[in-house]
């Protein structure tokens, strides 16, 4: 007589190679990995006979993504989700600006959560942080109406950042 496994697989492991395209690990002989994002799988494999398995991504992922990896082993039982974070090389992707009609303020948007300065000859005239949707309004230090270039610029937390004049 066999006993029922009714134990999920004790342990998973999981990296992330140099490339962003492939996690790799060790978990229970014969499970099957499990990699999420945002709740649905985007890759999986099954562990080789001493543990090891390799999940190809269908992409590379750089920009702050988290996976959630998952072990299930044959009778169906799994480990709870194992988090990892892809890293963030990624440029922001959207900065706008408009200045308003008497010079003081600059709103636009970009990357939620991205701090956002406006310089002048190089010196910061004024800062914010976008809000969730994006949108952020910097105050000046003073008007410009003069035709002065104004340089605006978006960082995000990893330190990617994008400019325009």
Request: net charge negative; hydrophobic share 35%.
């Amino acid at each position: 007589m066999v006993a029922p496994d009714t134990t999920a697989p004790s342990s998973l492991t999981q990296a992330l190679s140099a490339d962003n395209q492939t996690i790799t690990g060790t978990t229970e002989a014969g499970a099957i990995v499990k990699v999420s994002l945002k709740e649905q799988v985007i890759g999986s494999a099954t562990a080789n006979a001493d543990g090891t398995y390799k999940v190809v991504l269908d992409k590379a992922y750089n920009n702050g993504e988290v996976f959630n990896i998952t072990a299930s082993d044959k009778a169906g039982n799994s480990t709870l989700p194992n988090t990892l974070v892809a890293p963030d090389t990624t440029a922001l992707s959207t900065l706008s600006q408009t200045i308003s009609q008497d010079g003081k303020l600059v709103s636009g948007t970009t990357e939620a959560g991205a701090t956002v300065q406006v310089s002048f000859n190089g010196q910061v005239i004024g800062s914010a942080t976008a809000g969730a949707d994006g949108k952020y309004t910097i105050s000046l230090n003073k008007a410009y109406r003069n035709g002065e270039i104004l340089t605006v610029t978006a960082s995000d937390k990893a330190g990617n950042s994008t400019s325009i004049r």
